[in-house]
């Protein structure tokens, strides 16, 4: 640390301007939060208004909310900063650790982005213009959902081949232990990954070839952690008479995502009633 007689530059005193700023928010100190702060300060923030917060009175009622929010556990914390100074302007720039356990557990990249517009007056510097946000990451998201909706279909794509090579472990693979599912006959519901085994395994077992699963016309959402995916479903199966047996029915699947794998968790199979029914 430099001694008490060599005065610190305009960087370290905006520096530590900043750091103890954060502290103050850190610790909802509000009187610690507003100090070095300009009466016009300007702050565009993360929620609205759009136009900005204007003045310091405005300014101060902003942060109540803030540290209510921040009670409950959440973290803000300076993690990189940066101070560029001139001769009576300077502007500092940051990204901040903001965010819950929950938040960060989620999204382990989180940062807060700050800039700051400083400039000296009577001798001091102070804060006139505030700068936070957060990244848009909705174009995260949509590619998630792409990723999400490829590794269904994939799913449906292996279940195509291993029902031709009745490959009863494949089949089974992408399905969850507590799957529901309404088959076209028999009970109202198999419940398990066993009892839909045992009904997979009787379909496999009734053809004496492969049998031809596919649903040409699958269609998928996605959001988050969830799928769903219909369509009407094709089988062609081969008969000992040396004929096919060909039907279509609907089918609905819903997937989750559960340890960064994709598993089906329910389905619902139908046929339609005959007419006059």
Known sequence: MPSDDVP???????????EQWAEAVHRGDLAGVLRDHGDDIVMFDVPPP?????????????????FTWQAQGAE??????????????????ALLRCGTAQDFAEEPALRLRLTLGLRRRDGRWEVTHEHHSFPDTSGDAATRDTE???????????????????????????????????????????????EVREVCRRGLDASPGPVAWDVPDLTVRTAGDLAVAWGLEHIRAPQADGGHVETWS????????????WVMVHQHLSFPLPDGS
């Open 76 to 93: 803000f914390a300076i993690e990189s900063l940066e101070v560029t100074a001139g001769a009576d302007v300077a502007f500092a720039h």
């Open 8 to 18: 610190s530059t305009d960087e370290q005193q905006i520096r530590t301007l900043v």
């Open 148 to 194: 999400a909706e490829h590794a269904v279909r994939g799913i449906h794509r292996r279940w195509s081949e291993d029902t031709a090579a009745k490959d009863l472990d494949g089949l089974m693979a992408p399905v969850a232990e507590d799957v529901v599912s309404y088959e076209h006959a028999g009970p109202l519901g198999y419940l398990g990954r066993a």
């Open 50 to 66: 759009f136009q900005g917060v204007r003045g310091i009175d405005a300014y101060r009622a902003t942060w109540p909310l803030f």
């Open 250 to 261: 609907r089918a609905t699947r819903v997937f989750e995502r559960r340890d960064g794998s």
